[in-house]
Nanobody, 120 residues
Framework: QVQLVESGGGLVQAGGSLRLSCAAS????????MGWYRQAPGKQRELVAA???????DYGDSVKGRFTISRDNAKNTVFLQMNSLKPEDTAVYLC??????????????WGQGTQVTVSS
């Protein structure tokens, strides 16, 4: 199993920035995708950003141009730099890890989540 621990959430004014970190430990696959999802009350969980072990990225439409995902493979850590934050970005942000290995079903792990609150 992979254990994920998020940090960096908090309260920020609209237009401000936050940087989230997610540290992974355990049975980490060499081929994997790590990313961030978010869930606000009454809304579906949605993809924020994801990055593969090769560095390819994917972003949700609502955060493109404002958020940047990156990772440090040596430290098994993924980051989410959030700029120009809006009140609608308020949510619990969860780190995700998907491991890929030939002949084995993909494994998915989740962090406990970190709260991001953007005030107007």
């Amino acid at each position: 199993q992979v254990q994920l621990v998020e940090s960096g959430g908090g309260l920020v004014q609209a237009g401000g920035s936050l940087r989230l970190s997610c540290a992974a430990s355990g049975s980490i696959f060499s081929h994997n995708v790590m990313g961030w999802y978010r869930q606000a009350p009454g809304k579906q969980r949605e993809l924020v950003a994801a990055i593969s072990s090769r560095g390819s990225t994917d972003y949700g439409d609502s955060v493109k141009g404002r958020f940047t995902i990156s990772r440090d493979n040596a430290k098994n850590t993924v980051f989410l730099q959030m700029n120009s934050l809006k009140p609608e970005d308020t949510a619990v942000y969860l780190c995700n890890h998907v491991g890929v290995q030939a002949g084995v079903p993909p494994s998915r792990s989740w962090g406990q989540g970190t709260q991001v609150t953007v005030s107007s």
